[in-house]
T-cell receptor, first 115, second 113 residues
């Protein structure tokens, strides 16, 4: 079984400050991990992924995430948030080697960046 | 690359009518597509896995006779909401699988009056 937890429903930061969106996962084996962003009435936009290799993954729009196997976490970070980063963020996991390719999504975290 | 489109982006229909939503992979072939439903400010709920040339696999609790899925080609899957009712109003999102990743469409807002 696979699952994702995003412990914060909302994250509020001031523009220019660091932004962190938390994600922990649970899989039986090794994970594929993803972050997506969703703007109102839009589909999901891919931000970044961890498949294998370096634990620090850099993605779109200045976002990065660090895979931490011991803590089963994959927190999303941005050093300096912009007002335009205000959106709904989803973490997702799929177990490596699973043959149904299904993703499990977290509940989502609403990020608000104030000017 | 890896662009997925959905049509229509928004549809309003009367209760009792059927609505078809198309999901297309524009620049790659997808043997597997997924259909999700999303309620306001909530996560995506997987409805079914659409497999090209075979029957869709539905998640528990999803009525297959109400949500008809057809995946007739490697670039097109359709979701038909039959005899739609107001409780079917939602945001429907599809995705198409390419190797180990899913690429998402822009979503379809269905409103049933």
């Amino acid at each position: 079984a696979q699952s994702v937890a995003q412990p914060e429903d909302q994250v509020n930061v001031a523009e220019g400050n660091p932004l962190t969106v938390k994600c922990t996962y649970s899989v039986s084996g090794n994970p594929y991990l993803f972050w997506y962003v969703q703007y109102p009435n839009r589909g999901l936009q891919f931000l970044l992924k961890y498949i294998t290799g370096d634990n620090l993954v850099k993605g779109s729009y200045g976002f990065e995430a660090e895979f931490n196997k011991s803590q089963t976490s994959f927190h999303l970070k941005k050093p300096s948030a912009l007002v335009s980063d205000s959106a709904l963020y989803f973490c997702a996991v799929r177990e490596m080697g699973s043959n149904d390719y299904k993703l499990s999504f977290g509940a989502g975290t609403t990020v608000t960046v104030r000017a | 690359g890896a662009v997925v489109s959905q049509h229509p982006s928004r549809v309003i229909c009367k209760s009792g009518t059927s609505v078809k939503i198309e999901c297309r992979s524009l620049d790659f072939q997808a043997t597997t597509m997924f259909w999700y439903r999303q309620f306001p400010k909530q996560s995506l709920m997987l409805m079914a896995t659409s497999n090209e040339g075979s029957k869709a696999t539905y998640e528990q609790g999803v009525e297959k006779d109400k949500f008809l899925i057809n995946h007739a080609s490697l670039t097109l899957s359709t979701l038909t909401v039959t005899s739609a009712h107001p409780e079917d109003s939602s945001f429907y999102i599809c995705s198409a699988r390419r190797t180990n990743e899913q690429f998402f469409g822009p979503g379809t807002r269905l409103t049933v009056l």
